[in-house]
């Protein structure tokens, strides 16, 4: 009896202790997603785009081109803001808006309105879920 309290008692160490040293995939901020570079985000993001409102190569090349400078934006604007988080957030913010005016003039009128509704659509999920914005407005 000894021997099998004691083998369960040695699995459930051995158990905890793999518990404890499982790497961590999540960061805070990336909501379970790594990116490797800022390239990888951009193409995720833009194929996102393509795939959703339909792009043609045109669009899609100038599509990544603002996307990939936005990024670069944010990433810049979360190092230079460091701790602040409303500060980070307001040029966050800021620097979505330009993409969007951006983003406006490469999309024809049904393209930029079918984007519109995929991103309420995204907002109204996100609010019932409690999640954050991560492809719109990072």
């Known amino acids: 009896m000894k021997k099998v309290i004691f083998f369960l008692a040695l699995i459930v ?3 905890t202790l793999f518990a404890q040293t499982k790497p961590k995939t999540q960061t805070q901020g990336q909501n379970n997603k790594k990116y490797t570079s800022l390239d990888s985000k951009v193409d995720k993001i833009t194929g996102k785009l393509k795939t959703e409102l339909i792009l043609d190569d045109d669009q899609t090349t100038q599509v990544r081109a603002i996307t990939l400078n936005r990024v670069k934006q944010v990433s810049d604007a979360k190092t230079s803001f460091g701790e602040d988080k409303k ?5 966050r913010k800021t ?3 330009g993409w969007e005016t951006e983003l406006q003039g490469i999309l024809t009128d049904v393209q930029y309105t079918s984007y519109l509704a995929t991103k309420d659509l995204q907002k109204k999920d996100n609010i019932a879920n409690n999640d954050i914005e991560e492809m719109i407005t990072q």
Not at 87 to 91: L, R, V
């Open 13 to 15: 160490s051995v158990g």
């Open 87 to 91: 500060g980070f957030n307001q040029a």
């Open 95 to 97: 620097i979505f808006e």
